[in-house]
Protein backbone atom coordinates (compact mmCIF):
# COMPACT_ATOMS: atom_id res chain seq x y z
CA UNK A 1 0.00 0.00 0.00
CA UNK A 2 1.41 3.37 -1.05
CA UNK A 3 1.37 6.07 1.36
CA UNK A 4 -0.25 9.25 -0.32
CA UNK A 5 1.75 12.20 -1.19
CA UNK A 6 0.54 15.50 1.01
CA UNK A 7 0.01 18.41 -1.42
CA UNK A 8 1.43 20.38 1.21
CA UNK A 9 5.39 19.19 0.22
CA UNK A 10 6.85 21.07 -2.28
CA UNK A 11 9.69 20.49 -4.38
CA UNK A 12 11.59 24.10 -4.68
CA UNK A 13 12.66 23.38 -8.52
CA UNK A 14 8.54 23.20 -8.83
CA UNK A 15 7.79 26.23 -8.38
CA UNK A 16 8.34 28.96 -11.21
CA UNK A 17 9.83 31.96 -10.93
CA UNK A 18 7.47 34.99 -10.28
CA UNK A 19 3.71 34.91 -9.19
CA UNK A 20 1.88 31.33 -8.75
CA UNK A 21 -1.04 30.40 -6.59
CA UNK A 22 -2.17 26.51 -5.92
CA UNK A 23 -5.27 25.71 -4.05
CA UNK A 24 -5.79 22.13 -2.33
CA UNK A 25 -7.40 20.21 -0.05
CA UNK A 26 -6.19 18.46 2.86
CA UNK A 27 -7.68 15.68 5.34
CA UNK A 28 -7.10 17.01 8.78
CA UNK A 29 -4.80 14.11 9.41
CA UNK A 30 -2.53 14.81 7.04
CA UNK A 31 -1.89 18.08 8.82
CA UNK A 32 -1.87 16.32 12.41
CA UNK A 33 -5.47 17.85 13.17
CA UNK A 34 -7.27 14.29 12.81
CA UNK A 35 -8.62 15.52 17.00
CA UNK A 36 -10.67 18.12 15.90
CA UNK A 37 -14.14 17.21 13.92
CA UNK A 38 -14.07 18.72 10.87
CA UNK A 39 -17.19 19.41 8.45
CA UNK A 40 -15.39 20.29 5.18
CA UNK A 41 -11.85 19.49 4.52
CA UNK A 42 -9.34 22.32 4.88
CA UNK A 43 -8.77 24.72 1.49
CA UNK A 44 -5.34 26.17 1.34
CA UNK A 45 -5.04 29.12 -1.16
CA UNK A 46 -1.01 29.08 -1.21
CA UNK A 47 0.16 31.89 -3.07
CA UNK A 48 4.19 31.35 -4.15
CA UNK A 49 6.32 34.51 -5.19
CA UNK A 50 9.72 33.41 -6.11
CA UNK A 51 12.80 35.63 -6.84
CA UNK A 52 15.71 33.55 -7.50
CA UNK A 53 16.13 31.55 -4.52
CA UNK A 54 13.89 33.48 -2.10
CA UNK A 55 10.70 32.32 -2.27
CA UNK A 56 7.73 33.87 -0.54
CA UNK A 57 4.41 32.40 0.74
CA UNK A 58 0.92 33.48 1.41
CA UNK A 59 -1.65 30.91 3.26
CA UNK A 60 -5.38 31.45 3.43
CA UNK A 61 -6.77 27.96 5.44
CA UNK A 62 -10.45 27.99 5.37
CA UNK A 63 -12.29 25.07 7.28
CA UNK A 64 -15.62 24.35 8.63
CA UNK A 65 -15.43 22.92 12.25
CA UNK A 66 -17.92 21.25 15.09
CA UNK A 67 -17.06 22.73 18.50
CA UNK A 68 -19.36 22.77 21.62
CA UNK A 69 -20.74 26.54 22.75
CA UNK A 70 -19.13 28.23 25.25
CA UNK A 71 -22.61 29.30 27.10
CA UNK A 72 -25.21 26.50 26.54
CA UNK A 73 -23.11 23.57 25.45
CA UNK A 74 -24.64 23.01 21.99
CA UNK A 75 -23.26 21.24 19.38
CA UNK A 76 -22.66 23.70 16.42
CA UNK A 77 -20.34 24.73 13.16
CA UNK A 78 -18.16 27.89 12.86
CA UNK A 79 -15.87 29.03 9.64
CA UNK A 80 -12.57 29.43 10.17
CA UNK A 81 -10.49 31.58 7.80
CA UNK A 82 -7.34 32.84 8.87
CA UNK A 83 -3.57 33.72 6.61
CA UNK A 84 -0.30 33.04 7.59
CA UNK A 85 2.80 33.76 5.67
CA UNK A 86 6.60 32.57 5.57
CA UNK A 87 9.60 33.15 3.47
CA UNK A 88 11.75 30.42 2.56
CA UNK A 89 15.61 30.91 2.20
CA UNK A 90 17.74 28.20 0.88
CA UNK A 91 20.00 26.33 3.53
CA UNK A 92 23.69 26.41 3.52
CA UNK A 93 25.28 23.28 3.74
CA UNK A 94 27.27 24.38 6.93
CA UNK A 95 24.15 26.52 8.26
CA UNK A 96 22.42 25.79 11.19
CA UNK A 97 19.31 24.54 11.97
CA UNK A 98 17.84 26.98 14.01
CA UNK A 99 16.76 30.58 12.45
CA UNK A 100 15.85 32.99 14.62
CA UNK A 101 13.33 35.39 12.95
CA UNK A 102 9.88 33.54 13.20
CA UNK A 103 8.67 34.32 9.57
CA UNK A 104 12.08 32.56 8.24
CA UNK A 105 12.24 29.24 7.05
CA UNK A 106 15.53 27.75 5.52
CA UNK A 107 15.21 24.67 3.36
CA UNK A 108 17.26 22.28 1.04
CA UNK A 109 15.12 19.12 -1.13
CA UNK A 110 11.54 20.70 -0.22
CA UNK A 111 9.49 22.73 1.02
CA UNK A 112 6.84 21.31 4.35
CA UNK A 113 3.39 23.80 4.43
CA UNK A 114 2.31 21.50 6.62
CA UNK A 115 3.50 23.00 10.00
CA UNK A 116 2.83 26.74 8.66
CA UNK A 117 -1.40 25.41 7.97
CA UNK A 118 -1.55 23.38 11.09
CA UNK A 119 0.13 26.85 13.34
CA UNK A 120 -2.62 29.34 11.58
CA UNK A 121 -5.47 26.98 12.37
CA UNK A 122 -4.73 26.50 15.62
CA UNK A 123 -4.28 30.01 16.31
CA UNK A 124 -7.62 30.64 14.76
CA UNK A 125 -9.63 28.75 16.84
CA UNK A 126 -11.57 30.45 19.38
CA UNK A 127 -11.18 29.97 22.95
CA UNK A 128 -14.40 30.62 23.89
CA UNK A 129 -16.69 29.49 20.76
CA UNK A 130 -20.57 30.61 20.58
CA UNK A 131 -23.55 29.07 18.86
CA UNK A 132 -24.78 32.07 17.97
CA UNK A 133 -23.81 35.90 18.77
CA UNK A 134 -26.30 36.40 21.24
CA UNK A 135 -26.54 32.92 23.08
CA UNK A 136 -27.72 33.57 26.91
CA UNK A 137 -26.19 30.46 27.68
CA UNK A 138 -27.30 28.12 30.62
CA UNK A 139 -28.90 29.37 34.30
CA UNK A 140 -26.34 28.84 36.69
CA UNK A 141 -28.54 27.71 39.18
CA UNK A 142 -30.52 25.18 37.72
CA UNK A 143 -29.24 24.56 34.50
CA UNK A 144 -31.68 25.68 32.03
CA UNK A 145 -31.46 27.06 28.62
CA UNK A 146 -31.86 30.28 28.77
CA UNK A 147 -32.56 30.48 24.64
CA UNK A 148 -35.76 28.94 25.11
CA UNK A 149 -36.96 31.44 27.91
CA UNK A 150 -36.35 32.41 31.56
CA UNK A 151 -36.09 29.73 33.97
CA UNK A 152 -38.51 29.44 37.26
CA UNK A 153 -35.17 30.11 39.46
CA UNK A 154 -35.95 33.32 42.02
CA UNK A 155 -34.23 36.35 40.33
CA UNK A 156 -32.67 38.06 43.44
CA UNK A 157 -31.13 34.49 43.90
CA UNK A 158 -29.68 34.58 40.61
CA UNK A 159 -28.83 38.15 40.68
CA UNK A 160 -25.54 37.73 42.52
CA UNK A 161 -23.18 34.60 42.42
CA UNK A 162 -20.67 36.44 45.02
CA UNK A 163 -23.60 37.39 47.34
CA UNK A 164 -23.16 34.64 50.00
CA UNK A 165 -19.02 35.94 50.32
CA UNK A 166 -20.18 39.26 50.58
CA UNK A 167 -21.71 38.35 54.02
CA UNK A 168 -18.51 36.33 55.39
CA UNK A 169 -16.64 39.44 54.66
CA UNK A 170 -18.79 41.14 56.19
CA UNK A 171 -19.80 38.90 59.07
Keep these: MSKQQNPLVFLPSHID ?4 TFEVEVKPEM ?3 ESY ?10 DFDRIGDRINLGVVVTAEIGVSCSKCGKPSRIELKTSSGMTFLPRE ?3 EEDVSATDLELYSEKLDIVPIVR ?3 LLAL ?3 PLCRSDCKGLC ?3 GADLNKGECSCDKKQ ?3 PFEELKRLVDG
Aim: glycine share 6%; net charge negative; with cysteine.
Design 17 to 20: EGAS
Design 31 to 33: VGL
Design 37 to 46: MFHTPIRCKL
Design 93 to 95: EDE
Design 119 to 121: DAF
Design 126 to 128: PIA
Design 140 to 142: PSC
Design 158 to 160: RAN
